[in-house]
Every structure is written in structure tokens, then in C-alpha cells.
Nanobody, 123 residues
Framework: QLQASGGGLVQAGGSLRLSCAAS????????IGWFHQAPGKEREGIAV????????RYADSVKGRFTASRDNAKNTVYLQMNSLKPEDTAVYYC??????????????????WGQGTQVTVSS
């Protein structure tokens, strides 16, 4: 089971750090994707971190502002979000799938999903 947390209300330009914690299985070896979904829009992949060496990939919309990292000892993956914009407002989800060398930002790639956490950025 995955659980995303750390969302909240922040002003534009502010920062938040989301956490994705796993229970019942170890995240080592799993690629972890971060997605967001705004009302009326499709779920969009924004970041992914590999299951081995921490290689990351980002959507253009967040590149340079968001950073994914992982702490295998804590069985947790993080998404540091800086320079937040009102258009970042969405429900944020983390998802996991066994890492086979592909850093996918596509939702169908991922088998395990956590409940989302709301991020609201005010202007």
C-alpha cells in the first residue's frame, strides 16, 4: 500500500515536500512515479525516480522546480516542489511499478497507486 502525504495550501512561489510511504512491501527495486490531476483534467505524470540508482525524469512543466528523491532506509520517496505556481494546484498521487529500466510518466505503466494528497497554490 502506498500513501502520499504532505500536501496543503501554499502561496505562489512557495514550497512543499510530498512523501510517498509504502507499507507491506519494500520500495527498493520499484520505480516511483508522481502524478497530478486537476479538476476536469487527465492525470498527468510529472516525475519518476528509478528503482535502483535514483535516476529521475521530469515533465517539462516541472523541470527545474521539482525534485524526486528516495530514502530506501525509510521506505519513502519524496517530491520536493519549489517555486510553486497556481497551475500546480491538483491532487498529487504516487505510484509504483517494478523497475525494468523504464522511467515512464504514463499512468497505465504503474500497477500500485496511493491515495492522493491535495496541493493548492494561491496567487
Amino acid at each position: 500500500q502506498l500513501q502520499a502525504s504532505g500536501g496543503g495550501l501554499v502561496q505562489a512561489g512557495g514550497s512543499l515536500r510530498l512523501s510517498c510511504a509504502a507499507s507491506g512491501f519494500r520500495l527498493v527495486g520499484y520505480a516511483i512515479g508522481w502524478f497530478h490531476q486537476a479538476p476536469g483534467k487527465e492525470r498527468e505524470g510529472i516525475a519518476v525516480i528509478s528503482g535502483d540508482d535514483g535516476t529521475t525524469r521530469y515533465a517539462d512543466s516541472v523541470k527545474g522546480r521539482f525534485t524526486a528523491s528516495r530514502d530506501n532506509a525509510k521506505n519513502t520517496v519524496y517530491l520536493q516542489m519549489n517555486s510553486l505556481k497556481p497551475e500546480d494546484t491538483a491532487v498529487y498521487y504516487c505510484a509504483a511499478d517494478y523497475y525494468g529500466g523504464i522511467l515512464s510518466l504514463r499512468a497505465p505503466f504503474y500497477e500500485y497507486w496511493g491515495q492522493g494528497t491535495q496541493v493548492t497554490v494561491s496567487s
